[in-house]
């Protein structure tokens, strides 16, 4: 039987802007079944989380535009657990939002903040990181985060430094770094007690709130304004008037960076935050040339490395191509050297600009 005071905010807000074309501002990349596995990742990452925490208890944060698909992808979930910013405003205020509200609903909450694009493979797993990080939270007044051990210096991600002398599973944060340069991060993995953030976290709803009070008074102030009208009819009218006043902050900056009591646990999963076409690359199963494909029907001659995405059987023929993005979606075709994916930002804006905003 799940525990009554497990909750979960899902957060599903981003554009995932890196995955255009078939990623876009009106139908973001969590709600595109990404791997050709039959299910969105808004539906994994719920089904992940509902091995744990009962389903009434999970929230989806995102955007006002997102409620229908939310709804449609979800069919479990009920108004009351959608979460709706009118805004774009970082991480910060739409988690002490959510938070407030739910500890209105259950003050002896404890919950994860998770993102809905991950993909992690090990669910029995996850769970039990997930239990443990719970326990502890229960107990003592900590704010948790999920760490991944790296496997290599990757410069896309921020880390984590943990206290090295500790022989316990969970550890105390000294810091947490930037994204570093390569030499940097060779550096950190020579030291052995860095772990990659993934941006998922923990904690009981009394410690959290309470960390957004003493770093955060002002944009405490600001949501805890709402607390008589939260889960009422009034709450949407007070979050339309007052949700764009909110700083544009991330969580880590806004409690995690200025906080003595966060605590990481070393996650025992296989993990990819599946941020653009090359993390979904490597994901992917490939074939003898190590083209991966979904959806495709593919003929390739002298054609390797590729990422090959298609509609449903759409038969695509490549010679002579090797690591190369080539996405058909719609109106848009993106034929694009995996090595520059991460301009795929700005390829996106220049085909606003001068095709229109409807192409993004």
């Not at 709600?31 to 091995?51: E, P, S, V, W, Y």
């Not at 990080?133 to 107990?139: E, G, I, L, N």
């Not at 969970?170 to 947490?176: A, G, L, M, R, Y």
């Given at each position: 039987m799940n525990n009554k005071n497990y909750y979960a905010i899902l957060m599903a807000g981003g554009v995932g802007s890196r995955?255009?074309?078939?990623?876009?501002?009106?139908?973001?990349?969590?709600?595109?079944?990404?791997?050709?596995?039959?299910?969105?990742?808004?539906?994994?990452?719920?089904?992940?989380?509902?091995?744990?925490?009962?389903k009434e208890n999970i929230f989806i944060l995102t955007n006002e535009r997102y409620n229908d698909l939310v709804l449609e992808q979800l069919p479990e979930v009920t108004q009351r657990q959608v979460v709706l910013e009118p805004a774009?405003?970082?991480?910060?205020?739409?988690?002490?939002?959510?938070?407030?509200?739910?500890?209105?609903?259950?003050?002896?909450?404890?919950?994860?903040?998770?993102?809905?694009?991950?993909?992690?493979?090990?669910?029995?797993?996850?769970?039990?990181?997930?239990?443990?990080?719970?326990?502890?939270?229960?107990?003592?007044?900590?704010?948790?985060?999920?760490?991944?051990?790296?496997?290599?210096p990757n410069t896309g991600y921020g880390y984590i430094e943990f206290d090295k002398t500790?022989?316990?599973?969970?550890?105390?944060?000294?810091?947490?770094r930037e994204k570093p340069d390569y030499e940097t991060a060779k550096q950190f993995i020579a030291q052995g007690n860095f772990l990659w953030n993934a941006g998922i976290f923990m904690w009981s709803v009394k410690s959290v709130i309470e960390a957004f009070k003493n770093n955060q008074p002002q944009l405490y102030?600001?949501?805890?304004?709402?607390?008589?009208?939260?889960?009422?009819?009034?709450?949407?009218?007070?979050?339309?008037?007052n949700y764009p006043n909110a700083d544009n902050i991330s969580v880590d900056y806004a409690i995690m960076e200025k906080s003595h009591n966060v605590f990481v646990i070393a996650a025992e999963f296989d993990w990819n935050d599946l941020g653009t076409w090359g993390s979904l690359y490597d994901k992917l199963d490939k074939d003898s040339a190590g083209n991966a494909v979904v959806h495709a029907r593919t003929l390739t001659e002298d054609a390797s490395g590729n990422m090959i995405r298609t509609k449903k059987d759409k038969i695509v023929v490549v010679d002579g191509l090797q690591d190369y993005i080539i996405v058909d979606k719609d109106e848009v075709l993106l034929i694009y050297p995996k090595t520059k994916e991460q301009d795929i930002k700005q390829v996106l804006q220049k085909v606003k600009g001068k095709f229109g905003e409807h192409y993004g």
């Open positions: 995955f255009w074309p078939v990623s876009t501002e009106a139908f973001p990349k969590q709600f595109h079944d990404m791997l050709g596995t039959g299910d969105t990742l808004i539906q994994k990452t719920f089904h992940r989380l509902a091995h744990l925490i009962p774009m405003r970082n991480t910060a205020p739409c988690i002490l939002y959510a938070s407030l509200k739910i500890q209105k609903e259950n003050p002896d909450a404890v919950m994860i903040v998770a993102p809905s694009d991950h993909w992690i493979e090990d669910e029995a797993t996850f769970s039990k990181n997930v239990q443990q990080a719970f326990d502890f939270c229960s107990k003592n007044n900590a704010l948790m985060t999920l760490g991944i051990q790296p496997t290599f500790s022989a316990e599973a969970i550890k105390s944060v000294s810091q947490f102030a600001l949501f805890e304004g709402g607390m008589s009208v939260y889960n009422t009819e009034s709450e949407a009218q007070f979050i339309e008037d």
